[in-house]
């Protein structure tokens, strides 16, 4: 089975430009998060969703970012505009109701120039 | 306000011998505790769980120990392997609400061979 799958990988943007980190979560999980890592701060998490309605977007830095979900196999996690603090890794997890752990994506690297 | 929290960025251990990684959380409501690991370049993936009501959980070479008292939980590793050298973090939920994990900012596991 594939695991959650999140692109780019990679992402080397200018300061100012929008970026969209999207990901998919593993078939018939319920739950989704985005987490970002940096240095400071670790693992944070930044939104989560529950059958696509989102129920958490108290860790969300400003309002430049901003996730949607549209169905139960996608999401997307958008920084309008980007400035260079928010370089990190981004990851996307998902889990089940009746699960005890998440899992996550291989993560979106962001550098902003 | 950091509610779990890894105390030590980085341990260095030589192959063969213990590795023991501590954690220490805040909220008492938390009840099920969980260790990732992460390799460079990959998401963190799900390595030992433990709930509140045990003190101990077993798997191979990797136990955790719990104590509620002091809200305090390590993972051993023993023996240790060169192959365990990664990133371990230490990650709390609530049972009965969401899924969404807290997580600690990390601990860099060397091992030496």
Same mark, same amino acid.
């Given at each position: 089975d594939a695991g959650v799958i999140q692109s780019p990988r990679h992402e080397v943007t200018e300061m100012g430009q929008e970026v969209t980190l999207r990901c998919k979560p593993i078939s018939g999980h319920d739950y989704l998060f985005w987490y970002r890592q940096t240095m400071m701060r670790g693992l944070e998490?930044?939104?989560? /969703? =529950?059958? =696509?309605?989102?129920i958490d977007d108290s860790g969300m830095p400003?309002?430049? /970012?901003?996730?949607?979900?549209? =169905?139960?196999s996608f999401s997307t996690l958008k920084i309008q505009p980007s400035e260079p603090r928010d370089s990190a890794v981004y990851f996307c997890a998902s889990g089940e109701s009746s699960g005890n752990t998440i899992y996550f994506g291989e993560g979106s690297w962001l550098t902003v120039v | 306000d950091q509610q779990v929290k890894q105390n030590s960025p980085s341990l260095s251990v030589q192959e063969g011998r213990i590795s023991i990684l501590n954690c220490d959380y805040t909220n008492s409501m938390f009840d099920y505790f969980l260790w990732y690991k992460k390799y460079p370049?990959?998401?963190?993936?799900?390595?030992? @769980?433990? @709930?509140?009501?045990? *003190?101990?959980?077993? *798997?191979? #070479?990797f136990t955790v120990f719990l104590n509620k008292s002091a809200k305090h939980l390590s993972l051993h590793i023993v023996p240790s392997q060169p192959g365990d050298s990664a990133v371990y973090f230490c990650a709390a #939920?609530? @049972?009965? @609400?969401? #899924?969404?994990l807290t997580f600690g900012s990390g601990t860099q596991l060397t091992v030496l061979p």
């Open positions: 998490l930044l939104i989560y /969703f =529950n059958n =696509n309605v989102p400003e309002d430049r /970012f901003s996730a949607k979900m549209p =169905n139960a | 370049a990959e998401g963190p993936t799900f390595l030992i @769980s433990i @709930s509140s009501i045990k *003190d101990k959980n077993e *798997d191979g #070479r #939920r609530i @049972s009965g @609400s969401a #899924r969404q």
